[in-house]
């Protein structure tokens, strides 16, 4: 139930946004308004409020507004409250309203998310400890070494590693670069010329323990959320990137000696919680696909939030990042290179934006911001029967210098709706697919 009231609330929201952006220009330019649905006939409910009839209908996956004169057969260049009365700038802006909407929708509420807070690893509001250093990297250059605790840059106190990463992402290339580090109880200066890339420290991250996967093997021993793993077996684990490599090796040496690779050897792991360390039997999943042992859990998130000036940036950094790969990925399904298996329809959307409902406010804020982004760029697609089709062919009619013929409109528009039902029953059939069926490899 929550999955189907927060998809019917968030695309119910985005459809109303949509529908409101084209209203809104129509009644600003004066063409008159016959109706205002949510969703696809059958009507459900309506009420008609002036001149204009609301509409609730059945089909929830869109919805229209419809306005006089934009039916070819009620077309009347000479009545000013006709749509086809109206000058080619004036049905651009009722066209291009609707997509705006959603592109403004995007635009409010990505930036709302980075204030609200963002998940982010744990480990970036932990002691900064590095607990590698790649070589040939500036980090190995200045002598930094795994265990080092780094205290200060160029002056400015690092009191966790989202500290470090803000004071070296705003280094200029061949900047001075002064670190103070702590290492085996002494205090160690180290100073060197800062370039461009990364400096080549891996940070420590506490092995806590995050979320746990349904059916998962750490769920069933016991362990939960926010937990420490200490020791698997008599193997210290500091790290959390230790924890995968150490349970594949304890299990390689059991099938070696074996012979069985179907049988999970249980382990003995030490976990830490509240201070106080007591010891659980896991007996790892196997995945055949991987051929890795799983115990199903995460890492530690926690909300990091942004100030207002700092939100929006990201957030608009964040959306322009996801047009480009929108347009990266249609060129790709263009010529042949991506996959429509990646396309989602409505069923795909709504079981996530259902699983984004379960996980918080600012999950279902997030998707919706990125739904209505992408909604706002596929009606603007140049396809018949949508905003963009319309805008496409006023941009002919404006080369041509005079209307197009009604006939060749009505096939465009025919050709237009064929293919978007075609398009909507390919996903669909492949929401069932990828949600309640396994495909075979």
Not at 47 to 71: A, C, D
Not at 103 to 110: E, I, Q, T
Not at 239 to 266: C, F, G, K, M, Y
């Amino acid at each position: 139930m929550t999955t189907v009231f927060a998809f019917l609330l968030v695309l119910g929201f985005l459809i109303f946004i949509h529908e409101m952006g084209h209203y809104l220009a129509a009644r600003h330019v004066g063409v008159r308004v016959e109706s205002f649905s949510i969703g696809f006939p059958p009507k459900l409910i309506g009420k008609q409020i002036g001149e204009t009839e609301y509409r609730l209908s059945w089909i929830p996956v869109g919805g229209y507004v419809q306005l006089f004169g934009q039916n070819m057969h009620d077309e009347d260049p000479d009545d000013p409250r006709n749509y086809a009365a109206k000058s080619i700038f004036q049905r651009l802006y009722i066209l291009v309203a609707g997509p705006a909407m959603n592109l403004l929708v995007a635009l409010l509420f990505m930036p709302l998310v980075y204030w609200m807070g963002v998940d982010s690893p744990g480990y970036l509001f932990s002691t900064p400890v590095v607990h590698q250093v790649a070589p040939a990297t500036l980090a190995a250059e200045l002598g930094v070494q795994p265990g080092d605790e780094i205290l200060s840059i160029n002056g400015q106190e690092t009191s966790d590693w989202r500290t470090v990463s803000e004071l070296t992402s705003a280094l200029s290339p061949d900047a001075p670069l002064t670190l103070e580090l702590y290492r085996n109880g002494a205090f160690l200066p180290v100073t060197g010329v800062y370039r461009t890339g990364e400096i080549g420290w891996v940070p420590r991250i506490p092995p806590i323990v995050g979320t746990l996967l349904e059916n998962s093997a750490a769920r069933a021993s016991g362990i939960v959320p926010g937990d420490r793993i200490i020791r698997i077996n008599d193997q210290l684990i500091q790290d959390w990137n230790e924890i995968s490599p150490t349970v594949q090796a304890l299990q390689q040496q059991h099938r070696d000696s074996t012979r069985n690779d179907a049988v999970s050897q249980p382990l003995r792991v030490e976990v830490e919680r509240d201070s106080e360390p007591f010891w659980v039997d896991i007996t790892p999943n196997f995945d055949p696909e991987s051929g890795r042992y799983l115990l199903g859990m995460t890492l530690e998130m926690k909300k990091l939030s942004f100030s207002f000036g700092e939100a929006v940036q990201r957030g608009v950094g964040r959306l322009l990042y996801l047009v480009g790969a929108t347009f990266s990925f249609l060129g790709q399904v263009i010529s042949g290179q991506g996959s429509m298996d990646d396309v989602g329809g409505p069923l795909r959307i709504g079981k996530v934006i259902g699983e984004a409902a379960e996980s918080g406010w600012t999950d279902l804020f997030f998707l919706t911001a990125i739904i209505s982004l992408q909604l706002g760029i596929f009606n603007l697609l140049p396809i018949p029967a949508l905003d963009g089709g319309h805008i496409l062919l006023l941009f002919f009619e404006k080369l041509k210098g005079s209307p197009l013929s009604a006939v060749l409109r009505e096939r465009t528009q025919m050709v237009g709706f064929s293919v978007l039902l075609a398009l909507m029953l390919f996903v669909t059939y492949n929401d069932l697919l990828q949600l309640f069926f396994k495909l075979p490899q």
